[in-house]
Nanobody, 122 residues
Framework: VQLVESGGGLVQAGDSLRLSCAFS????????MAWFRQAPGQEREFVSA????????YYADSVKGRFTIYRDNAKNTLYLQMNSLNAEDTAVYYC????????????????WGQGTQVTVSS
């Protein structure tokens, strides 16, 4: 299983970015796919998740209304559309996946990508 993130970069406050996570295998394999982020000196935190079984999406309060998670099953890719970015969104963003569905979106996850850096200048 491989998860490969891309799309990070340096943007200004108020700008948008779309992160991509290309995954191997079929989308149905992954009961939950999610995005986490880790800012310098801080713990990794949950950002958003997508459940395959019911197509529901979930967001941390800090990104609700600004970020959108979605899967393109035909392209085997998970996306995170990030709008109205601010300096507090600066972090390394990680894609994660697990086979089981389950209710705890904070973890555990079976697979992780290598991360992509997002830097927002104010």
């Amino acid at each position: 299983v491989q998860l490969v993130e891309s799309g990070g970069g340096l943007v200004q406050a108020g700008d948008s970015l779309r992160l991509s996570c290309a995954f191997s295998g079929r989308s149905i394999t992954y009961g939950v796919m999610a995005w986490f982020r880790q800012a310098p000196g801080q713990e990794r935190e949950f950002v958003s998740a997508s459940k395959y079984i019911n197509s529901r999406t979930y967001y941390a309060d800090s990104v609700k209304g600004r970020f959108t998670i979605y899967r393109d099953n035909a392209k085997n890719t998970l996306y995170l559309q990030m709008n109205s970015l601010n300096a507090e969104d600066t972090a390394v963003y990680y894609c994660a996946a697990r086979n089981a569905s389950g209710s705890n979106l904070l973890g555990p996850y079976d697979y992780w990508g290598q991360g992509t850096q997002v830097t927002v200048s104010s």
